[in-house]
């Protein structure tokens, strides 16, 4: 993570919009009563630069990144046994910045990387957890803040 890439980009960068791009939930098992919870973490970032016109009839230069995440929970309570998938989900969020200024494509690199998921992070965190909520499945652990 460089610190000065991610200031230089954070300066000539305005927050537009979260939006929630894509999802989906996928239960495998029936039964989640008393099992010992496993999980992996899915994270991808892609970005693209454009133009787009904004509600003065102005064009304006954007930033546009989407984060990918999910996460698969098995069920590790037998030891001997290969791991059951239980519940898988996914979410694509779109997050669009306005370009203020001209930034450095690999400060714009850096920046997605760190601050865009972070920007997103808590939006995750309740999708998972309203997500298992609605399906009584047992909540994986979702951290507060993703770290590098």
């Not at 890439?5 to 929630?20: F, G, H, M, R, Y």
């Not at 999802?23 to 029936?30: E, G, I, L, P, T």
């Not at 787009?52 to 230069?61: F, G």
Request: charged share 20%.
């Amino acid at each position: 993570m460089d610190k000065e890439l991610i200031a230089q980009a954070s300066e000539n960068l305005k927050l537009l919009d979260i939006v929630l791009f894509e999802s989906s939930f996928k239960q495998f098992a029936n039964s989640h009563d008393q099992v010992q919870l496993g999980q992996q973490n899915k994270l991808a970032i892609r970005a693209e630069i454009g133009e787009a016109v904004n509600n003065k009839n102005s064009a304006v230069d954007f930033f546009r990144v989407f984060v990918d995440l999910g996460i698969r929970v098995n069920d590790l309570s037998n030891p001997d046994a290969e791991p059951q998938l239980l519940y898988q989900i996914e979410a694509t969020f779109r997050i669009d910045y306005e370009l203020t200024n001209n930034v450095d494509e690999k400060a714009l690199t850096e920046f997605a990387h760190f601050n865009a998921v972070n920007n997103i992070w808590p939006f995750w965190r309740q999708f998972v957890f309203s997500t298992t909520n609605q399906a009584h499945l047992p909540c994986p652990e979702i951290p507060l803040t993703k770290t590098p």
